[in-house]
């Protein structure tokens, strides 16, 4: 059994990132437990204007608490803080996140996670300059999905709170599952005609409402999430500090990829911490498909 901290030492990875990837992952365990008492709302809005779940603000504050602790933190962006949280400037490492991904699913009990991102050096970097990535996925076993750089890994927490390696350099084949955000009446024309190609090629529809199990899904069986420009919302809804780049970066060193419809949503370097970007990301001929409507 390979456990999360020997696959981290094979690989190379510079001590203090080891430490934090560890250290965040390490929080899977009080969050799952955090559920069952904040089922509600916290009464406040976020910087993207979404109302917080009460595990939103839980989680933001207890990994943020977690980071200004160890000393071994720059900075944190936050999808549920406003401003960037500098900690040191002598330290090498800074984190974004999105502390609880898919949180309106915690009342019905659906698949849930924690979704990161890691620099070396500050925050409003594009996702291509990403040290390391990952997300915790809080389903029937708690699993963490991580790149280093050096392709992707898998590791479930055992009963004795270990992450064990469940598959090393997973790889995303071709597949025929499509997730898709939005109303469908108020899709643009090119992913409307996306989507009815899709589907005349028998594809079949998963959509949860986390983009966070979405995507794993897409990750093992291949397909595309997709929350796509609508008229009212020409930049979607997913951000892209927090949710397109740190799961764009694993999507690619699975051999899939990312975009925004147009390019490489990894090549921007972000203007604004909580910018918004559309975003198709999965197999690579999916993500090609899009761009190709696009470049017509
Ligand atoms: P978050 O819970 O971090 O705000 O993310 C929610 C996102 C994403 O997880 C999900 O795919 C999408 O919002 C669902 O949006 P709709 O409710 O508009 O479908
Ligand atoms: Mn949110
Ligand atoms: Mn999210
Ligand atoms: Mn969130």
Redesign the pocket.
Known sequence: MTTLQEYLKNSGVYEDLSKIIILIAEQAAPIRAAFISNQSYAGST?A?G?QQ?AM?TWSDTHITRVLARSGLVRAVAS?EQNDITTFSSAAKYSVVM????????ISVNLC?GT?VGIYDGDVLQAGKNLKAAFYMLYGPMTTLTLTVGRGVAIFALNTNGVYQLLEDNVKMPEGNLY?S??LRTEWLAEHTKYIAEIEAAGGKNR????????FHQVLKYGGV?A?PPTEKSPDG???LV??ANPIGFIATQAGGAVSNGVSNTLAITPAKVHQRTPIYVGSRGMIEAIEKIHRA
């Open positions: 976020n993207s979404e779940a939103d999808e999105d502390p609880l991904d898919g949180s309106s699913l849930v979704i997730g955000g939005g959509y949860s409402g986390s983009f966070v199990a979405d999430y929350y809804k997913l951000r927090f949710e």
